[in-house]
């Protein structure tokens, strides 16, 4: 039979959070936090080095992670108080490795000394025995059966919230929750580059430069998605960028440099082709940014704007993080692990399908097990614009307080 037991490591639990609290670790001075992937990945992990932080105040957290995540952290205000970039490696890190880049790192973690380690990035199978190399004298995080043993294991289930399974693993530690999803900051310093940015890009069209968040006006979409299988049509959002346009909002399309074309096509589909490319002083109240900012630009931005439409993705998350109400949609089994815990200001769409369109697997299984079939059909198709751009009027429609920076 498969071991599915919390491994408490002996520790007897003094209270309860997410899940048991155990005892904490004595002389904790040191903490690696291992989490890799992208921005929405990042704001998983979040809470739970808040809650480490309060629960060993003494201690320093480094985050052990991506490029991606260090120029974020580097950009906001947030409970990481470092960053490392984890060289390539299998299952931690997608890329060719370095044996002798690796040693390189492993070296120079453990002497480091870290006293406590903490790993939130999946199952295990790879992140256990990586985590295990730091030398660090404690060790907590999730496992699968077959997953290297960590000094305290949560047993990884794949269908868990994100952010509570990290605080969980956090509670292993001793580390009660002090809140249930991230906290950051936007840095002002940056408001200055995003103002000139779109200034520069439309110099008629938003004719304000960009207006602060009690104000409102702005609708930011971001239609990109990892796995193309989350992504709503382009035209479904074009059509909510068409109605926010006619209504008089402007309407501003993020995207990374891969992701232009998508938000070019968004664009086109709410104002038309010829509009697109009729000179600045006609241009309709809609444009893309994708490409265009760096990602303390793209905070404030999120920070700033009066609501994010977005599908499963690290800005939708990056904004949910930012006290800026969100609408997002999302495929079912995703909202299990990954969709906003308040509906206060945030707002999901569901599309609820269990098998591929095409060759009809179960694309409920998921995981590092389950069979991923060759199709890319989405998986939310179904929503409507009508129901997204409801959400996005409700929203609008609140007196927000001017939200904590």
Known sequence: MEHLNTDFGGARITGYGV???????????????LRGGGLGDLMYALPAVAALKAAYPEA??????????????????????????????????????????????????????????VQVHGGGRFSNPFLLRLAARHTVGTGTPDAARLERTL???????????????????????????ARIRAL??????????????????FPSAFPSARSGGTVVIHPGATDPRRRWPAERFGAVARKASDDGFRVLVIGDRSEKELAEAVVEH???RVAMHTPPHGAPQVGSLAGELGLGELAVLLAECSVVVANDSGPRHLAQAL???????FWAGNAINAAPLGRGLHRIHLGWATHCPVCGIDITQVGWTA??????ESTVEAVTPESVYEDVL??????LPLRGR
């Open 60 to 117: 320093s957290a480094t985050l052990l992670g991506t490029p991606i995540q260090a120029e974020l952290l580097s950009r906001i205000d947030g409970p990481v108080d470092e960053t490392v970039v984890v060289p390539f490696s299998e299952g931690v890190r997608p890329g060719a490795e370095d044996e002798g880049e690796l040693k390189e790192f492993f070296d120079r973690m453990q002497a480091r000394k870290f006293d406590l380690a």
């Open 270 to 272: 709410a104002v038309g």
């Open 19 to 33: 899940g048991p609290v155990l005892e904490k670790f004595a002389g904790v001075s040191r903490i690696a936090v």
């Open 188 to 205: 002002p310093e940056f408001r200055q580059e995003l103002t000139a940015t779109v200034d520069a890009l439309f110099p008629a069209a």
């Open 155 to 181: 047993p990884y289930l794949y269908y868990q919230h994100e952010p509570l399974r990290a605080l969980e693993v956090a509670g292993l530690a001793g580390a009660p929750p002090v809140g249930l999803e």
């Open 371 to 376: 069979p991923r079939c060759g199709h890319d």
């Open 323 to 329: 006290g800026t109400p969100t609408v997002g949609v």
């Open 394 to 399: 409700q929203l609008t429609a609140m007196n």
